[in-house]
């Protein structure tokens, strides 16, 4: 090899490593501008974010708009808030509260749920002059079940009819002792109307974000979360957002959940046009090439390409994602158990008798090695709110002799939620033992589906029953297996296999495709069309 060879390799190599140098350094730079991690130093003081919650028409509302000084319930149907609406108030000594209005009506639970996933503190409104009613018990779960802290709110002092002890001691009853009480929750006895005590009620919101000791970096690209989008004949999707930390400017290029585009302009609630805007603040912005679902997340790339790329590769992998996991249950009790030791039930019966036993006997079961925690228990349908409260707590559905509407069975197969029927109270207790024992030895007991099978025919026998006479769609039957009874969507018995014949004699397992015959034990009401399920 020439000198001159062996210069110019030199020369090549020295430009290889300058420019691998230089690569570097720009992708250290941009690292550290967007990426996840976050030096101490970069943290900046942020306002808390408030989400109110509670029953329709204890005055929710009333109270933001009092703290704004302006009329939104002139800009509500009904005086009932239809949306999530996203507001920041500055006050005269420097700080600001972000608030979000979520509504309160049962039918909207979906959009409460939303508002608990993105806020620092929660207050529940409470009207004085009625009661704690079923929804604002299901808003308390909600923002329980995303740990946030409460600060209660009780309301309308101001009538003749209003009663804040009786509100104080049914919380108590609760187990939410109040601070006044000597207990942790703090309390502000106010009156939206008037305005009393609302100025003690922005005190202690700020004393607890002061505990929180909240903080975001400004100094980086933004990200957040969705709001709510729609779609506005002359501007086109208008999505509003929650940014949670980083800094976001007009000419950004933004990615929410699969949808992307440049930021072309930034609103404030008031419809005043900014060019940025910081951490814990609430706008509006246009540019998107589509409308991201409520919750979504969102984040700024560097540019065009990126962003796109982004969205494709994320595209890619829900499409992936769904296909291998289609089938697969959001979380069971099995799964749970791997991953955490403590239960978190959701209990749905038919009478209040039924509901206390059944969480006092599950309760009853907790050890120090397993917890079994009930998060919400209430009689009625199992109902879309006690779905999405499943899904934001990672919790089981437990329904004693009830129903589950159709929405709401609909949205429980969408979201993969668990949702376990029972008919006999012991089964239930003997279900969850039986997996907290398991637990403790460090096995888990499979409990999946393993095969359906539809009733095609029904024969009566003297001595034995009714005989089912069905076709098995999927999997198999074992004569070991439990059974569940599905009719029309609903279920109407749980139990066990008596026997289980083919042309009349007994078989120990039937495949799929075949047909034989079910005896239910202890069971005689089955009728064609219905479902038998085998777990």
């Not at 159709?406 to 993969?416: D, V």
Request: glycine share 8%; with cysteine.
């Amino acid at each position: 090899m020439n000198k001159k060879t062996t210069d110019l390799m030199k020369m090549n190599y020295k430009a290889a490593a300058y420019k691998s140098k230089k690569y570097n350094k720009k992708e250290t730079i941009r690292t550290k501008h967007g990426g996840d991690g976050e030096n101490e130093k970069d943290l900046k003081p942020r306002s808390p974010v408030v989400t109110l919650m509670g029953h329709v028409d204890h005055g929710k509302t009333s109270l933001l708009d009092y703290i704004r000084k302006t009329n939104i319930i002139a800009g509500e149907f009904g005086g009932i808030t239809q949306h999530v609406g996203a507001y920041n108030v500055k006050f005269k000594n420097g700080k600001s509260i972000t608030f979000l209005d979520t509504p309160g009506h049962e039918a909207f639970t979906a959009m409460r749920a939303r508002g608990t996933k993105i806020t620092d503190i929660v207050i529940i409104v409470i009207a004085t002059d009625e009661n704690v009613m079923p929804q604002t018990k299901e808003a308390i779960s909600h923002a329980q079940g995303a740990k946030v802290p409460i600060i209660f709110a009780l309301n309308k002092i101001d009538k003749v009819n209003s009663d804040p002890m009786k509100i104080k001691r049914k919380l108590s009853e609760m187990n939410f002792l109040l601070k006044e009480w000597g207990g942790n929750y703090p309390s502000q006895d106010i009156s939206a109307k008037s305005g009393e005590g609302v100025d003690q009620l922005l005190e202690k919101i700020l004393l607890e974000a002061k505990k929180l000791n909240l903080r975001a970096n400004p100094n980086k690209p933004a990200e957040g979360t969705v709001i709510e989008a729609s779609l506005e004949k002359e501007r086109g999707y208008t999505t509003t957002i929650l940014i949670q930390g980083g800094t976001l400017k007009v000419g950004d290029y933004l990615v929410a959940g699969t949808f992307h585009g440049k930021v072309k302009l930034i609103l404030n609630e008031r419809g005043k046009y900014l060019k940025k805007e910081y951490p814990s603040k609430p706008v509006i912005i246009l540019g998107l090439n589509g409308p991201p679902f409520p919750g979504e997340k969102f984040k700024v790339f560097l540019n065009e390409k990126e962003a796109k790329q982004f969205v494709e590769n994320k595209i890619k992998l829900k499409k992936e994602h769904k296909f291998r996991f289609q089938r697969k249950p959001q979380i069971t009790l099995e799964q749970m158990t791997k991953k955490i030791k403590k239960l978190k039930l959701i209990i749905k019966a038919d009478v209040d008798g039924s509901v206390e036993a059944l969480s006092d006997s599950l309760e009853n079961l907790s050890t120090d090695k397993i917890v079994v925690q009930i998060i919400y228990k209430n009689i009625g349908l199992i109902s879309e709110s006690d779905i999405l409260l499943a899904v934001a707590s990672n919790a089981i559905i437990i329904g004693f002799n009830v129903k589950i509407t159709s929405k709401a069975k609909i949205l429980a197969n969408q979201k993969k939620i668990d949702i376990r029927f029972y008919s006999v109270i012991y089964n239930a207790i003997n279900a969850i033992n039986a997996i907290k024992k398991a637990l403790d030895a460090q096995k888990i007991i499979p409990t999946k589906l393993v095969g359906t099978a539809k009733v095609i025919n029904c024969f009566k026998h003297k001595k034995i029953g009714t005989i089912a006479g069905c076709l098995i769609l999927t999997g198999q039957i074992k004569r070991n297996y439990k059974l569940r009874l599905i009719r029309k969507g609903q279920l109407i018995y749980s139990g066990e296999l008596n026997s289980l014949k083919r042309f009349k004699e007994d078989v120990k397992e039937v495949n799929k495709g075949y047909e034989c015959g079910i005896v239910i034990k202890n069971f005689n009401d089955i009728k064609i069309g219905d479902i038998i399920e085998l777990y």
